[in-house]
């Protein structure tokens, strides 16, 4: 068999007694607790493995062989009932550690048929030890649920009381992951969600036991402020204009805070009064063109003082102005 790195290639068969015997002896049929032969080989370190648990799992019934390996070669056969299984193999050394292992693959075993199957395997999860540290954190109290993403890898962490240490213990594939934790309440309803967590790279090294310290991410919130009452309303506010112009004057607003000013018209009682500077100006003078398509019978004009910080003050007493 053609050995490629860090790959192991599962010749899976059903019926396989046959196969397996000699070519002179009669064919039989296989029934349906059929033999499922494993073969596999690996390129790895001469003596690191020397056993390979082969393992299939259907619901609660789990079916498992131990084969000796040797020059990294293996041959393994399991009765087993045609259906669907999960299979998975893991490579162990002469203490019974774990080296390598693959990723859990639905099998279908068929009656009267063989299957051939390629499994990678990969080196054996490393145990990740995740503390949560809500020591500082606001909501340490409220925080009763966390989900911990490594990659698409999901997994959620429910917290006993309150109060209990929040931790968790997951069996991780080496590697390099993007990971985040997210905090809940009562629920992982997003409503109940306390924050959105932050990506970050880490790396999970072969075969080692990696403690994490996570803590929630806060930043410091700096709020000042100051009393600021509202502008008098301007005084002095004269009407008068002919034709399309109406120019509105007023006397200064005696503050030392004040921006500028503003200037409402109102044309019609049933609608607001709309705001005919943008911006606030700086002279105590307006001109208002009107349209000469839309006569208007009468206009109601207010002026207010706006703040440096643009809080508009009190208005002035609406003055009329007729054509």
């Known amino acids: 068999m053609t050995r490629i790195t860090s790959r192991v290639a599962l010749l899976l068969v059903l019926g396989a007694a046959a196969a397996l015997s000699s070519a002179c002896q009669p ?3 296989p029934g349906p607790d059929s033999p499922l032969t494993v073969l596999g080989s690996l ?3 001469p003596g690191e ?3 390979a648990r082969i393992v299939l799992q259907r619901g609660k019934h789990v079916v498992e062989t131990i084969v000796p390996v040797h020059r990294n070669e293996f041959q393994g056969t399991i009765q087993v009932p045609v259906g669907e299984w999960e299979l ?7 203490e019974g550690k774990v080296h390598f292992q693959s990723k859990p693959q639905t099998t279908q075993i068929t009656y009267g048929s063989g299957t051939m199957v390629e499994l990678v395997l990969r080196p054996a999860a490393s145990t990740v030890h995740i503390t949560i540290d809500l020591d500082n954190y606001i909501f340490q109290d409220l925080a009763q649920r966390a989900r911990i993403y490594f990659n698409d890898q999901l997994y959620e962490v429910v917290r006993p009381t309150g109060q209990a240490p929040f931790t968790a213990v997951l069996e991780i594939s ?3 992951y993007e990971f985040k934790i997210e905090l809940y309440t009562e629920t992982f309803h997003i409503g109940n969600r306390l924050a959105p967590g932050i990506w970050r790279v880490i790396h999970i090294g072969e075969r080692e036991e990696v403690f994490l310290n996570w803590a929630p991410e806060t930043e410091e919130l700096h709020i000042a402020g100051r009393v600021e009452t509202l502008l008098p309303a301007p005084t002095g506010v004269v009407i008068s204009g002919d034709g399309d112009q109406v120019q509105i004057s007023w006397d200064p607003v005696d503050q030392w805070n004040v921006q500028g000013y503003v200037v409402l018209a ?3 009682p049933l609608e607001r009064f ?6 606030p100006t ?3 003078t307006y001109v208002h063109l009107l349209d000469p398509e839309k006569p208007s019978s009468a206009i109601k004009y207010v002026v207010a003082a706006v703040s440096n910080r643009g809080l508009v003050g009190y208005y002035s007493p609406p003055q009329v102005w007729y054509p």
């Open 27 to 29: 064919a039989t049929l």
């Open 43 to 45: 390129d790895a370190a």
């Open 49 to 51: 493995v020397v056993e």
């Open 88 to 94: 998975t193999v893991y490579l162990l050394d002469g």
């Open 174 to 176: 080496p590697g390099s």
């Open 266 to 268: 109102q044309s019609n």
């Open 274 to 279: 709309e705001l005919l500077t943008p911006a």
């Open 282 to 284: 700086a002279s105590t």
